[in-house]
């Protein structure tokens, strides 16, 4: 299957509002905030049109999206690499705008700012020299996730 060159999920919104609170809050649980993400937003009963992604039983390299309005096989990198970009772009972005003063006094012990700057400077790596370990590990653990959620939800429509 030939990729196209947009982003593979045609319902993404990279413009998605979370207030501010709950961002801050996914920061703080640095890289599990991508699966968190993930969950509150393709698995998430209260906004059924943007559950538009699961994985496919039959295949470990494929994922199941909604493109054109039909569910079709997308290869699995080419799909969360996309989906953990923007995802973690959106947390960048929140990073970069909150007032940095303020968010480090927010936290109960600097060794967690820390951790968050360490979180932000691997995706600032990945931008500046392509996939790491970090990455890596990244797309590994969403896809399990994303796995596991596709089960749980089938196995509820089975019921």
Same mark, same amino acid.
């Given at each position: !299957? *030939?990729?196209?060159? &947009?982003? *593979? !999920?045609?319902?993404? /919104?990279?413009?998605? +509002?979370? *207030?501010?609170?709950?961002?801050?809050?996914?920061?703080?649980?640095?890289?599990?905030?991508?699966?968190?993400?993930?969950?509150? %937003?393709?698995?998430?009963?209260?906004? *059924?049109?943007? !559950? @538009? !992604?699961?994985?496919?039983? @039959?295949?470990?390299?494929?994922? $199941? $999206?909604?493109? /054109?309005?039909?569910?079709?096989?997308? @290869? &699995?990198?080419?799909?969360?690499d996309t989906l953990i970009l923007e995802l973690w772009s959106k947390l960048y972005n929140c990073f %970069?705008?909150?007032?940095?003063?303020?968010?480090?006094?927010?936290?109960? +012990?600097? /060794?967690?700012?820390?951790? $968050?700057?360490?979180?932000?400077? /691997?995706f600032r790596d990945f931008c500046n020299n392509g996939p790491n370990i970090a990455w890596n590990e990244q797309k590994?653990?969403?896809? @399990?996730? %994303?796995?596991?959620?596709? &089960?749980?939800?089938?196995? &509820?429509?089975?019921?």
């Open positions: !299957m *030939p990729r196209s060159k &947009k982003a *593979p !999920m045609a319902n993404f /919104d990279p413009t998605f +509002c979370l *207030p501010p609170d709950q961002l801050k809050e996914y920061l703080k649980s640095h890289y599990r905030s991508i699966l968190r993400l993930i969950k509150t %937003i393709y698995f998430n009963k209260q906004s *059924p049109e943007k !559950m @538009n !992604m699961r994985a496919d039983p @039959n295949s470990q390299d494929k994922l $199941i $999206i909604i493109k /054109d309005k039909h569910w079709v096989l997308e @290869n &699995k990198d080419y799909v969360l %970069i705008s909150l007032n940095q003063q303020q968010f480090r006094a927010e936290l109960t +012990c600097n /060794d967690t700012y820390a951790r $968050i700057e360490a979180f932000m400077e /691997d590994r653990l969403a896809y @399990n996730f %994303i796995t596991f959620l596709s &089960k749980k939800q089938r196995a &509820k429509i089975r019921l």
